[in-house]
């Protein structure tokens, strides 16, 4: 069965599909394929988590869909990415631009690094506006401090004459979030939005998108490596492993049926409190399972299965040929030759 849908209009409610994705880089080490035949779809109003360890290619699908991979040494080497039935990859630069921040936005992992330095986070969220919206610069600012409201910065006058420094690492990234739905966009990508907060203000971060998505109906893209907060969050997964989807499905059969020895992997990292507190005060607690090795580097990929050197199901075709992605059940795909093989707790050698 092919992955992901055909050429053709959208489905109903698809408003981001994305088919067949490739985007490398030129290294020293040789051509890098950080995203390699990636294909899925983002429904209207529905939360697609991306899931997989840092370097497996969730933040550059991202960028790849606003076209935002530096070139060079970056490019994107073939795919589709259609919003709404257009193919974002074939518009020219200045119709990209009319998108990127409007229709669809991205908060970024880091905003000290995304916000300007130099202005007042106020005067940036106000650019946007008028730049997408067309309203004076007086109008966009009145806007701007009502988006500051929206996303409960107290005082949201005084805080937009701050410059990012003056903000906490909260505040600062709920600017990012009011600059991402300033123009009331249809697709939210946030990449790692929780990154180096602490778990209350995670919270409520993730609140805040949620509040947001229902008040306007957008899809959400949110990429992570917290299998927590995928349970919490999810409608859908996307499990990504060395530039390639190893695995698909609706959150709930994902996490009760994993096929995938990586997602099992994955998920058996996870703590959980209820088993701490069956096991009693001064009770040995069970080790949490853990995926030896590490990643493959990406220039250097072993023949077959990418994850193969990793797993304790490999046998000598999973070391010959990379599985295909076959479905598993209903709205679940798996790229796994022993997929229907595999135990839980099975994922790691």
């Keep these: 069965m092919p992955d992901g849908p055909g050429p ?7 408003v981001l599909e994305i088919e067949g994705l490739r985007t490398e880089f030129r290294t020293p080490a040789g051509i890098v394929r950080a995203v390699d035949g990636l ?30 991979v530096p070139s060079p040494p970056g490019r994107i080497a073939g795919g589709r990415i259609l ?37 007042p986070v106020g005067r940036q969220i106000a650019e ?43 505040m600062r990234q709920r600017v990012m979030i009011a600059m991402a739905l300033s123009c009331n966009p249809k697709v939210l990508i946030a990449d790692e939005p929780t990154t180096a907060l602490d778990v209350t203000i995670q919270a409520q971060i993730l609140e805040l998108i949620r509040e947001q998505q229902e008040r306007l109906g957008m899809a959400v893209i949110l990429i992570t490596h917290d299998m927590g907060v995928v349970a919490e969050n999810a409608d859908r997964v996307v499990v990504m492993y060395a530039g390639r989807k190893v695995e698909e499905g609706g959150v709930e059969d994902l996490f009760e049926r994993p096929a995938h020895p990586y997602t099992r992997g994955l998920l058996g990292s996870i703590p959980h409190l209820d088993d701490a507190a069956r096991a009693g005060a001064g009770a040995r607690r069970a080790r949490l399972a853990e995926i030896k090795g590490s990643v493959p580097s990406l220039a250097r990929l072993p023949p077959g299965c990418s994850f193969a050197p990793r797993c304790a199901l490999a046998e000598a075709r999973c070391r010959e040929a990379a599985p295909p992605i076959v479905r598993h059940g209903p709205g679940h795909r798996v790229a796994c030759w022993n997929a229907g093989h595999a135990a839980p707790g099975a994922a790691a050698a």
């Design 128 to 170: 946007a506006i008028a730049l997408h919206q067309g309203l004076a610069r007086r109008d966009a600012m009145a806007k701007a401090v009502g988006m500051l409201r929206r996303v409960a910065i107290p005082d949201a006058e005084r805080s937009a004459a701050a410059y990012p420094h003056q903000l906490s690492g909260g």
């Design 8 to 14: 053709g209009s959208p489905a109903p409610g698809v």
């Design 83 to 119: 919003f709404e039935g257009r193919d974002l990859l074939a518009l020219g630069e200045a119709e990209m631009e009319r998108v990127r921040g409007n229709a669809i936005s991205m908060i970024f992992q880091e905003p000290m690094t995304s916000l300007n330095p130099l202005q």
């Design 39 to 68: 294909s899925c779809v983002v429904r209207r109003g529905e939360t697609l988590c991306v899931v997989g360890e840092s370097g497996c290619g969730k933040s550059v699908t991202a960028l790849s869909i606003l076209r935002l």
